[in-house]
Each structure stands twice: as structure tokens, then as C-alpha cells.
């Protein structure tokens, strides 16, 4: 058996997209599903990449579940860390979008966010084999917000230190997930001391540090290998062993920001697997690694869902080939 390099650890849901831009929750007319879910549209993101990438999280036994699980299959997610829960639906999101692209969060129809099966992951159900043959381990921090998938992310760190897998945060915070928005600063802030690599937006470095200096946040933090702070279109600015800079964001015609970040986030991590982290001290190696990122996250956001917007490798090169040209 073929072991993924990459586990991403959490959420797997379906993003509701408003078809119409520009209107209040109760104007929308009509709604378009994609499977999205940050560290699942991370995964999925790798496998386009070439990058064996695995899933871990849990869905509903219902059709939406299945549904969710044959999306990862095809794309050629390593699914054997997700757990089906036989009571608990699979998640449904709800997304506005405004002119541009931008998009913001309108709940979960009728259920509390607690109700789904993404917040009962099981801790004792996640297998240690993946971690005896993964490298790297990407989390986000929604998981935080329950009981049982906290406990989850607990177990999930406990084994990547047991096997020196490499952990990477995401903070992808979202306010409406949690039922006290309140308790998320000090629990995320727990996590980052077992962390080697943060990418948060801008608006996230703000809230959690006071700032968006990719290097200040390093020195808080103290243990971390490398930070990057996405800004949009501002571009992105990162401290990576100590090498520190700022790369200007690709101009591209924005169809959908859903995902973004995960393809961000996910062409970064393949370059982390092509160049390996005792190669990241070469000043001349960190600016290319961040570029090829940005430009995957870049090209993600071209077309709707999260997902489905994907670049493969080839694409990337040939957009990276056209703007150096």
C-alpha cells in the first residue's frame, strides 16, 4: 500500500454559493453546491499537484456523506481516515458573494453548528499508520471548537510528534462556526505552541498578534519554522528560517474566493515536499516557494467552488511560464 506524504486533518462539507451576487441572505433566489471544507480542499489540492495527500474528518451517513467521499476518491484523496457518523448530517455552508468574488458567511439553514458530524470526530478511530508514513500534517482550527474533534486534534498532534510528522496551521478562523466565539484566541493560541509552520490571513495576524509582520509573529511564537500572512490581492508576506520578504499578488479576473487559501496553502506544502525543510535556510529557494503558492491560490480563484477551481501541476507551470514571459 501507497502511504500519503500529506494528512489534512478536519472539515468536509458542502459550500452553498448564492447564484445571485450582490443581495441579502433572504434575496437569494437559488443556491449552487460544491464540496469544499478548508483542510479537505487542501488535500484535494496536493493530489492535483501530483503531492499523495490523505483526508481525516467525519461526515454524515447520510447521501450528502457519500456524496463527499466519492468527490476525495476521485480525486484521489486517500480517504481511509474518514469516519461516517450514522446519526449526525454531513455539513451544509451557506455563502454570499459580493461583486468581486468576496465572500462571507450566512450559517447553516436550521441546524446549530454543533449539530453536524464533522464535530464528532473520533480521536480513537484515527489510524496511526498514517502518521508511521506522513510527513507533513496540515490542521485548521474549527475542529476547536467541539469537544469530541478538539479531543481529535489533541490525538492527531500527539501521534505527528510520536512520528516527527510536520505540523502546518491554517487558522482559517470563521466566527460562525463557534458557539463562543470568545473561547477561540486562547485555544488557537494553545495549538501554535506545537506548531512548525502558520499561514493566516492578514485580518487572522491582527486579531491573534496585533500585527501582520510575518517576522514579529515568528519571534512571538518562538518555536515556529516559517509564517506566511496572506493579504488578497496585497500579496503575501512571509518569515521562513529567518528569511523574511514580501511577494506582490498575480492580477487575475476573480470569479470566486472560496478556497483560496486552501490552494494557497496547498502549493506551498508541495513545495515544502519538493525541497524539502533543510533546504529552506537558502534565501534564493523561500521567494520561488511562495510565488508558486500564490500562484496556485491565484489561479483557484478563476472559477467557482472550491474545489473544482483546482489547478494541476502542468497549469501552474504554464501560468508561472506566461507571467515570467
Given at each position: 500500500?501507497?502511504?500519503p506524504?500529506?494528512?489534512?486533518?478536519g472539515?468536509?462539507?458542502?459550500?452553498?454559493?448564492?447564484?445571485?451576487?450582490?443581495?441579502?441572505?433572504?434575496?437569494?433566489?437559488?443556491?449552487?453546491?460544491?464540496?469544499?471544507?478548508?483542510?479537505?480542499?487542501?488535500?484535494?489540492?496536493?493530489?492535483?499537484?501530483?503531492?499523495?495527500?490523505?483526508?481525516?474528518?467525519?461526515?454524515g451517513?447520510?447521501?450528502?456523506?457519500?456524496?463527499?467521499?466519492?468527490?476525495?476518491?476521485?480525486?484521489?484523496?486517500?480517504?481511509?481516515?474518514v469516519?461516517?457518523?450514522?446519526?449526525?448530517?454531513?455539513?451544509?455552508?451557506?455563502?454570499?458573494?459580493?461583486?468581486?468574488?468576496?465572500?462571507?458567511f450566512?450559517?447553516?439553514?436550521?441546524?446549530?453548528?454543533?449539530?453536524?458530524?464533522?464535530?464528532?470526530?473520533?480521536?480513537?478511530?484515527?489510524?496511526?499508520?498514517?502518521?508511521?508514513?506522513a510527513?507533513?500534517?496540515?490542521?485548521?482550527?474549527?475542529?476547536?471548537?467541539?469537544a469530541?474533534?478538539?479531543?481529535?486534534?489533541e490525538?492527531?498532534i500527539?501521534?505527528?510528534?510520536?512520528?516527527?510528522?510536520?505540523?502546518?496551521?491554517?487558522i482559517?478562523?470563521?466566527?460562525?462556526?463557534?458557539?463562543?466565539p470568545?473561547?477561540?484566541?486562547?485555544?488557537?493560541?494553545?495549538?501554535?505552541?506545537?506548531?512548525?509552520?502558520l499561514?493566516?490571513?492578514?485580518?487572522?495576524?491582527?486579531?491573534?498578534?496585533?500585527?501582520?509582520?510575518?517576522?514579529?509573529?515568528t519571534?512571538?511564537l518562538?518555536?515556529?519554522?516559517?509564517?506566511?500572512?496572506t493579504?488578497?490581492?496585497?500579496?503575501?508576506?512571509?518569515?521562513?528560517?529567518?528569511n523574511?520578504?514580501?511577494?506582490?499578488?498575480?492580477?487575475?479576473?476573480?470569479?470566486?474566493?472560496?478556497?483560496a487559501?486552501?490552494?494557497?496553502?496547498?502549493?506551498?506544502?508541495?513545495?515544502?515536499?519538493?525541497?524539502?525543510?533543510?533546504?529552506?535556510?537558502?534565501?534564493?529557494?523561500?521567494?520561488?516557494?511562495?510565488?508558486?503558492?500564490?500562484?496556485?491560490?491565484?489561479?483557484?480563484?478563476?472559477?467557482?467552488g472550491?474545489?473544482?477551481?483546482?489547478p494541476?501541476?502542468?497549469?501552474?507551470?504554464?501560468?508561472l511560464?506566461?507571467?515570467?514571459?
Open positions: 500500500m501507497t502511504y506524504r500529506v494528512l489534512c486533518l472539515e468536509i462539507l458542502f459550500d452553498c454559493l448564492a447564484d445571485q451576487t450582490k443581495v441579502s441572505l433572504e434575496e437569494v433566489e437559488s443556491w449552487t453546491a460544491y464540496p469544499g471544507g478548508a483542510p479537505a480542499n487542501v488535500a484535494c489540492a496536493l493530489v492535483k499537484l501530483g503531492t499523495a495527500a490523505g483526508f481525516i474528518g467525519a461526515v451517513g447520510d447521501e450528502l456523506g457519500n456524496s463527499l467521499v466519492q468527490v476525495l476518491q476521485e480525486v484521489g484523496v486517500d480517504t481511509t481516515g469516519q461516517q457518523h450514522p446519526t449526525a448530517p454531513t455539513r451544509q455552508v451557506y455563502v454570499l458573494r459580493n461583486e468581486a468574488g468576496d465572500r462571507s450566512a450559517g447553516f439553514g436550521k441546524l446549530d453548528t454543533a449539530e453536524f458530524a464533522d464535530t464528532r470526530l473520533q480521536a480513537a478511530q484515527i489510524p496511526e499508520v498514517l502518521f508511521q508514513n510527513e507533513f500534517l496540515v490542521l485548521g482550527t474549527l475542529e476547536l471548537a467541539y469530541e474533534s478538539r479531543k481529535a486534534i490525538r492527531a500527539e501521534l505527528a510528534e510520536v512520528y516527527d510528522v510536520t505540523i502546518i496551521v491554517d482559517n478562523w470563521r466566527p460562525v462556526f463557534w458557539a463562543n470568545d473561547e477561540a484566541k486562547a485555544r488557537i493560541i494553545k495549538l501554535l505552541k506545537k506548531v512548525d509552520f499561514k493566516l490571513s492578514d485580518e487572522e495576524a491582527e486579531w491573534l498578534f496585533g500585527t501582520t509582520d510575518a517576522g514579529a509573529i519571534y512571538r518562538d518555536s515556529v519554522e516559517g509564517v506566511l500572512v493579504g488578497g490581492e496585497k500579496g503575501c508576506a512571509y518569515c521562513i528560517s529567518e523574511e520578504g514580501k511577494i506582490p499578488a498575480f492580477k487575475v479576473d476573480v470569479e470566486d474566493t472560496t478556497g487559501g486552501d490552494a494557497f496553502l496547498a502549493g506551498f506544502v508541495r513545495q515544502l515536499c519538493k525541497h524539502r525543510i533543510k533546504n529552506l535556510a537558502d534565501p534564493e529557494i523561500i521567494p520561488k516557494i511562495v510565488t508558486y503558492a500564490s500562484a496556485v491560490g491565484a489561479m483557484s480563484v478563476m472559477k467557482p472550491a474545489i473544482t477551481a483546482q494541476t501541476a502542468p497549469e501552474v507551470e504554464a501560468f511560464y506566461l507571467y515570467k514571459n
